[in-house]
């Protein structure tokens, strides 16, 4: 029954290579823009961040107005609510300080998982790699610390690897879906054939 769904899904996408191909393309044009506008590219994102939020906030608050209405517990939905509204808020009217932000959570990320790295390094034996462990602490530090010093640079950095991420992810999409074109081509080759026959 399993192989009966998997075939039929592969079907699908062989059918629809087009959309598999239209998302490469998508993901490789985003990927372009980031890399030659990322401070756009970045605001874009804060935007969307800030959209998510108020959306969130509302859905929210509507939440806990039905639970207070069937006598439940809705003070903290309220209060995520209010938080979220807040926050939307916020990166919409200060959106530098939002991408900021951001990056000053990625440093902090960066120096505390690199500080474990180094620190979990030396629970592991000389011989199994530990040196490798702590050369990544050591750039997850080094990196952490650079953000620190420089966010502004480390956005438009950090918006650059998402692009480099989008170009690398859409050629792989369109790749697959050439492949699945070629598939397709075949069904319909064979499908010529059989009529014929």
């Known amino acids: 029954?399993?192989?009966?769904r998997l075939v039929a899904a592969d079907g699908a996408l062989i059918r629809n290579w087009w959309a598999v191909a239209l998302r490469g393309v998508i993901g490789?044009?985003?990927g372009i823009i980031a890399f030659i506008v990322p401070a756009v590219t970045m605001l874009?994102?804060?935007?969307?961040?800030s959209a998510y939020m108020l959306a969130d906030g509302v859905l929210a608050i509507i939440a806990a107005v039905r639970a207070a209405q069937r006598?439940?517990?809705?003070?903290?939905?309220?209060?995520?609510?209010?938080?979220d509204i807040a926050a939307g808020v916020l990166a919409l009217?200060?959106?530098g300080l939002t991408v900021i932000a951001f990056v000053l959570l990625v440093a902090v990320w960066a120096l505390a998982s690199g500080g474990m790295m180094i620190a979990?390094?030396?629970?592991?034996?000389?011989?199994?790699g530990r040196w490798w462990l702590v050369l990544g602490g050591v750039a997850s530090v080094i990196y952490g610390a650079l953000l620190i010093l420089a966010p502004l640079l480390g956005a438009v950095v950090l918006t650059w690897w998402i692009g480099a991420y989008a170009v690398v992810f859409g050629a792989l999409l369109l790749a697959f879906a050439f492949k699945l074109r070629s598939l397709h081509n075949n069904e319909g080759h064979a499908a010529a054939v059989s009529a014929g026959a």
């Open 1 to 4: 029954m399993a192989t009966i």
């Open 28 to 30: 490789i044009l985003f």
């Open 44 to 49: 874009s994102l804060v935007i969307v961040f």
């Open 71 to 83: 006598h439940n517990r809705w003070g903290l939905l309220a209060l995520e609510g209010i938080i």
């Open 93 to 95: 009217v200060w959106p």
């Open 120 to 128: 979990g390094a030396f629970q592991v034996r000389t011989d199994h």
